[in-house]
């Protein structure tokens, strides 16, 4: 293959693609309105294979291509080539769960057609796959699909150092930096609650156009950065306090829900700390895990209801798995 070496190098269909889903530690919300975000990629990929075919489909189904928003919106972007395509997919993360599985699939999709036409630089292929989950979203930040495109633990609008690239909406630029891993294992529990993440940011769009809105943002914005500290210094006690203040600030924006607070109870005794993660309204929490008593604390979840694992990060972003299909 040849192409760019920070990127995806140049190949023809048939192509199979794999980017991993993403949790956010700090700022999620906050970070669509330019506050600091830290998010990691998951162990959890969508896997994605693409061939050339009489007429397009995803997974079997014709209409896709005009039904399902993040393909549409792939195609409209990224495919101006007039060839219909096969694309068969398979998730390993939850759907609407605040994992990331739409960033996970805009990503794989985007490196598959991106590699078809020539490959792109991975810097490029950060602002393509945020162009096309805004574009089938309407709202959001870079966060979810840099995570997936970069690997490994990012920061957003922090910082001034080891700048990956930056991503912009025409109106608003995020940067995207590159965050040293603590080497800690996080537990995430899904509700099985699916959620809109679009109507959620909007819900949040409306808390903080209130009058103490700004105030509640800048106070996003320090827990934001004390965690970010805490992370980077491997600071697991500064962690575990910041993550409970996100907590409470993402309550007080109104996304939690009471099946996240029953998750966060039922984690307590194994924990050093639990917040909701993504856009909330149902969706996934993360909880730190008292270290040794992360299978404890994956047991009192799943005891709880939720549908609970391990995750480290991955540390690839977006890729070609090989040609074929
Ligand atoms: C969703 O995973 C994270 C939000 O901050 C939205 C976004 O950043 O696009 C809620």
Not at 61 to 84: F, G, I, K, Q, S
Request: net charge neutral; aromatic share 4%; charged share 20%.
């Amino acid at each position: 293959m040849s192409g760019p070496s920070d990127g995806i190098a140049a190949h023809p269909l048939p192509l199979s693609a794999r980017a991993p889903g993403k949790c956010i530690l700090f700022g999620e919300h906050a970070v669509v309105h330019g506050a600091p975000e830290l998010l990691f990629a998951i162990d959890l990929d969508t896997q994605m294979s693409v061939r050339p075919a009489e007429s397009s489909s995803l997974n079997g189904d014709p209409a896709a291509a005009v039904t399902h928003p993040y393909l549409r919106a792939a195609l409209e972007r990224c495919w101006t080539a007039d060839v219909p395509l096969h694309v068969r997919a398979v998730s390993r993360i939850p759907k609407a769960a605040g994992l990331g599985s739409s960033a996970a699939f805009v990503a794989a999709l985007g490196a598959v057609l991106a590699a078809a036409r020539g490959g792109i630089a991975r810097s490029e292929l950060a602002q393509r796959s945020f162009d096309v989950e805004r574009g089938a979203q309407g709202v959001g930040s870079p966060g979810d699909t840099s995570a997936s495109v970069a690997g490994g633990y990012i920061t957003i609008n922090s910082g001034s150092a080891d700048l990956l690239w930056e991503v912009s909406d025409g109106l608003q630029r995020w940067a995207v930096r590159r965050a040293s891993d603590p080497g800690w294992t996080w537990v995430i529990a899904y509700s099985g609650i699916p959620r809109s993440t679009a109507d959620a940011v909007r819900a949040v769009g409306t808390r903080l156009a209130q009058a103490d809105g700004p105030e509640l943002l800048e106070k996003f914005r320090r827990v934001a950065e004390a965690g970010i500290r805490a992370v980077a210094s491997e600071d697991r006690i500064g962690t575990a306090t910041a993550m409970n203040e996100n907590h409470e600030l993402l309550v007080e924006a109104g996304v939690s829900h009471p099946r996240l607070e029953e998750l966060i109870r039922a984690a307590a005794p194994a924990a050093l700390a639990s917040k909701l993660t993504g856009a909330g309204a149902g969706g996934s929490i993360v909880t730190m895990p008292v270290p040794g008593k992360e299978a404890e604390c994956v047991r009192r979840l799943a005891r709880a209801g939720g549908l609970a694992f391990a995750v480290r990060p991955a540390r690839h972003g977006a890729g070609l798995l090989s040609s074929g299909g």
